[in-house]
């Protein structure tokens, strides 16, 4: 599937983000948010991506996929944990080569695959995965039930896949709704719930999960990190783009503390019922 012009923009801007990712004030910042030190670009924290292992019943047989993977949190993580196998998937090369020089520094190289390919075109045979996660991308993405039926190919009959997502709150007022789209990731709003995508790609719900007030908490920290990294930052942006970012951050809290924005956890697994 071709990338339209503002996914294949968002790409180019991921593959400096990544790189910017690695200085150590930035990883100074991650750890005090999320926990985790990889240069990650989701909201997920180290309590959740801890979640996942219990959520995708992951072992050291397990095969998981790991979708928007970047830097590769959390799947370089959960690789760690578990001794599964993992291929991280994304468009942002830097992001991959970053990933693979972490999985070496870990000692967890053998355990890792990376491609560089569109979650909508997942270049794997049919059944190929038992666990599929994906952080915070189908917000990020156009093609989003695209993705969904891509990962219900290639997933195993009896395999399961969790995923978070930021969705823009049903039954707003036009002014609202908007100001939602303006503080959500970039391809935020949708014609279709999510519920109603899973339906059509040929998934069921086992598990769905309301995680909005821990978005807030993280979102809280990201705003404090950065206010109280101020001075380490402008050696990284110049001071208008750091204080850019800094009303950027409060901005995008207050529209989720005022109900405008949720995140939500969704476990799904295949509907045996139907064909992939």
């Not at 970039?186 to 007030?213: I, K």
């Not at 529209?255 to 969704?266: K, P």
Request: glycine content about 6%; hydrophobic content about 40%.
């Amino acid at each position: 599937m071709t990338c339209t012009p503002e996914e294949l923009a968002q790409r180019d801007r991921l593959e400096d983000s990544y790189v910017l990712a690695q200085s150590p004030t930035m990883l100074t910042i991650e750890r005090s948010v999320c926990g985790c030190d990889f240069g990650g670009t989701s909201w997920t924290t180290r309590t959740q991506a801890e979640q996942l292992i219990t959520q995708l019943d992951l072992n050291v047989r397990s095969q998981l996929l790991d979708l928007g993977a970047g830097s590769g949190w959390p799947g370089l993580y959960l690789a760690q944990q578990t001794g599964c196998q993992v291929t991280l998937v994304d468009l942002p090369v830097s992001g991959l080569q970053i990933a693979e020089k972490r999985a070496r520094q870990d000692g967890i190289a053998g355990q890792l695959t990376t491609v560089n390919v569109s979650a909508t075109d997942l270049p794997f045979p049919s059944n190929s995965f038992n666990a599929i996660s994906h952080s915070d991308l189908l917000c990020c993405l156009v093609e989003k039930q695209s993705v969904l039926s891509s990962c219900r190919r290639v997933i195993n009959p009896l395999g399961c896949m969790a995923f978070t997502v930021i969705s823009v709150v049903p039954d707003l007022s036009d002014t609202q709704r908007l100001h939602a789209v303006e503080n959500g990731p970039e391809f935020v709003e949708s014609a279709t719930s999510y519920q109603d995508m899973l339906d059509a790609t040929g998934w069921l719900v086992t598990s769905r999960q309301d995680v909005t007030a821990a978005f807030c908490e993280t979102m809280q920290r990201q705003l404090d990190a950065d206010i109280a990294h101020r001075e380490s930052l402008e050696t990284l942006l110049d001071s208008d783009a750091v204080e850019e970012r800094i009303l950027m951050w409060q901005s995008k809290l207050n529209a989720v503390q005022d109900g405008l924005l949720r995140r939500e956890v969704f476990v799904v697994r295949p509907d045996r019922a139907r064909s992939g």
